[in-house]
């Protein structure tokens, strides 16, 4: 039973990433480590900090200003140079999987080029996957017209190559298409968990929101991937929650 927990849900906190790991450290044995605000890795000293830490770490991106779906071709190089340092950093704290978010485009008109962008980037991944010897996953997007990659497009799951997938379920609700992406599962390398309403992506923890996680749990269990908790400026005690009724589930 792999369960972890994402360094998230310390986000713009009072807490330091230091603070935060030692409390992870006494409830789970992975952390998702983020790139922003009071929990970013790539900040001065942190890298060092994970390293005192009886952890194992998976990466996740920015939550901002990267966008490899761009068809400004600058900006998706840009976007794809920065992921080698997200990458970087990865080979520092030990990681052996980053999360990458497949980007955005706010306009219909312009989604043809972004998805051609995105598959362009998507095989420059595969190089750069092979050259840092790190899996790299593409999660699935919550259900806000701008994302990519909010349901398992054929188009883009044709292009993964040796890319997988970080499926999150919380997003995956939203777009009502879990059982779309559990057909793909061969696919997936790495889980986030989360509930909501249905509405918005909440982050809550199992049992606050509406997902039927029993009706899931044999797909759950199924796939062999951490199943890391990813909830937002939450209680410890919704977390402690969190983490019991996952293990429940996947008794």
Do not use: W
Not at 24 to 42: A, F, I
Not at 45 to 73: A, G, M, W
Request: charged letters at 30%; aromatic letters at 8%.
């Amino acid at each position: 039973m792999k369960i972890g927990v994402s360094t998230s849900v310390f986000l713009d906190s009072d807490k330091n990433l230091s603070e935060a790991l030692e409390i992870l450290e006494k409830k789970v044995k992975y952390v998702e480590l983020g790139c922003d605000g009071n929990m970013n890795v790539m900040l001065d000293n942190n890298v060092e900090i994970t390293q005192s830490y009886d952890l194992k770490y998976t990466l996740h991106c920015p939550l901002t200003d990267l966008n490899l779906s761009s068809f400004r071709e600058k900006i998706r190089k840009v976007s794809l140079e920065f992921v080698k340092d997200i990458l970087e950093t990865a080979v520092k704290v030990d990681a052996n999987l980053i999360v990458l978010h497949p980007g955005y485009c706010v306009f219909k008109y312009d989604y043809e080029k972004a998805l051609n962008s995105l598959i362009k980037s998507l095989k420059e991944l595969n190089n750069i996957q092979d050259e840092f010897n790190i899996q790299i996953t593409i999660e699935n997007m919550p259900s806000y017209d701008m994302f990519m990659f909010r349901k398992p497009d054929k188009e883009i799951i044709e292009n993964l190559g040796d890319l997988k997938i970080t499926f999150d379920i919380g997003h995956s609700f939203l777009n009502k298409n879990i059982s779309d992406f559990f057909k793909i599962s061969d696919k997936i390398a790495h889980i986030h968990i989360h509930d909501n309403s249905g509405e918005f992506d909440e982050h809550l923890p199992i049992g606050k929101g509406k997902i039927n996680f029993n009706y899931f749990k044999k797909d759950l269990k199924n796939i062999n991937a951490i199943k890391m908790i990813e909830l937002q400026k939450k209680s410890m005690e919704d977390l402690d929650l969190c983490i019991n009724n996952l293990k429940e589930l996947l008794r």
